[in-house]
């Protein structure tokens, strides 16, 4: 039984097998075929946190492959006291194939794929997005070509969203450059860790955005504040006023260079309308994939073979 807990339960022969069924998968549904090959199986979404793309992206991705899905709120699920975490886990795993858990501690994810007996997908968790970062860099082979040697530059903060391209980078042969103030770089921990699994890895942290993303291919940033940092917002603007992905810092980066963005995007902050809707973003062919990323993973999760 295959689980995405982190990325760090894939190989990088893993993730280029993913990617490979994500085309196929992609070219059929352009030209209106769509396999069923997971007739039957079924799809169980559990989710702390609100969501748009993850949500869509994964049942949509279930109902083109030929399968049904359930959503099951925080609430419905009875997460908020009403029954022990491990008792949920083994009732939905009853029902389900795979368990797409959208939460803030990572831990409660792992306790499902501990319990649920079935296979369980991390679909965000305040220490990583692994589905999104896969996302990011399948869309990034698509737009640029081979991966291998590119550069890719994140701006703003070491979130969840950072750490897993970090890691995701690391194992595709990718550079990657973090642009943000001191405080809020990715940890010693986190380098350390992918570092220790991927020696070559070539990840380098800078204060200063525009010396980031000199030579870079894409230019990627997420939101200053994310979910339970509401109360930060206001700090979190001044601090990261000169995060800002415009104009003048994509000329910075390399002729012909990309913007993505893994949406939901605060406009004015810590990206411009110029940018965000320019010819260089990849924001919504990005937001698409999601979902062909997803029917990539899950026809690999489930695999029969």
């Known amino acids: 039984m295959r689980n995405l807990i982190t990325l760090f339960d894939l190989q990088p022969d893993d993730i280029r097998e993913i990617f490979e069924r994500a085309r196929i998968l992609k070219s059929e549904c352009r030209n209106g075929e769509r396999k069923p090959l997971l007739a039957g199986r079924v799809l169980t979404q559990v989710f702390q946190k609100p969501s748009l793309r993850t949500r869509l992206s994964f049942e949509a991705a279930m109902i083109q492959l030929g399968g049904g899905a359930i ?127 991927f020696p070559s890895a070539d990840i380098t ?13 894409v230019v990627y940033t997420d939101v200053w504040a994310s979910m339970g940092q509401e109360d930060e917002k206001d700090q979190r603007q001044a601090i990261f006023a000169d995060y800002q992905v415009n104009a003048a810092l994509m000329s910075a980066a390399a002729p012909g260079a990309k913007f993505m963005h893994c949406l939901p995007a605060r406009r004015g902050l810590e990206v411009t309308d110029d940018v965000m809707d320019g010819p260089a973003s990849l924001a919504f062919p990005q937001a698409e994939n999601r979902m062909h990323l997803a029917k990539g993973l899950l026809a690999w999760l489930l695999a029969d073979d």
């Not at 869309?139 to 550069?151: D, F, I, Y």
């Not at 530059?153 to 642009?179: K, P, Q, T, W």
Request: proline residues 2%.
């Open 71 to 197: 959503f099951v709120s925080n609430k419905d699920a009875g997460l908020e006291g009403r029954e022990a975490a491990a008792d949920v886990a083994r009732v939905i795993g009853g029902y389900s194939d795979v368990i797409v858990l959208r939460t803030f501690e990572q831990s409660l994810i792992e306790e499902f794929a501990s319990c649920a007996g079935c296979t369980v997908v991390n679909g965000l968790s305040d220490e990583s997005h692994p589905c999104q970062a896969l996302t990011d860099l399948f869309t990034m082979e698509e737009a640029l070509g081979k991966l291998s040697g590119r550069k890719l530059v994140y701006v703003g903060d070491g979130n969840n969203v950072a750490r897993s391209l970090a890691r995701a980078c690391a194992m595709l042969g990718v550079s990657l450059a973090i642009a943000a103030p001191a405080k809020y770089q990715l940890s010693a921990e986190c380098l350390k860790q992918i570092q220790d699994r």
């Open 205 to 217: 942290q800078h204060v200063d955005p525009e010396s980031a993303v000199q030579d870079a291919d």
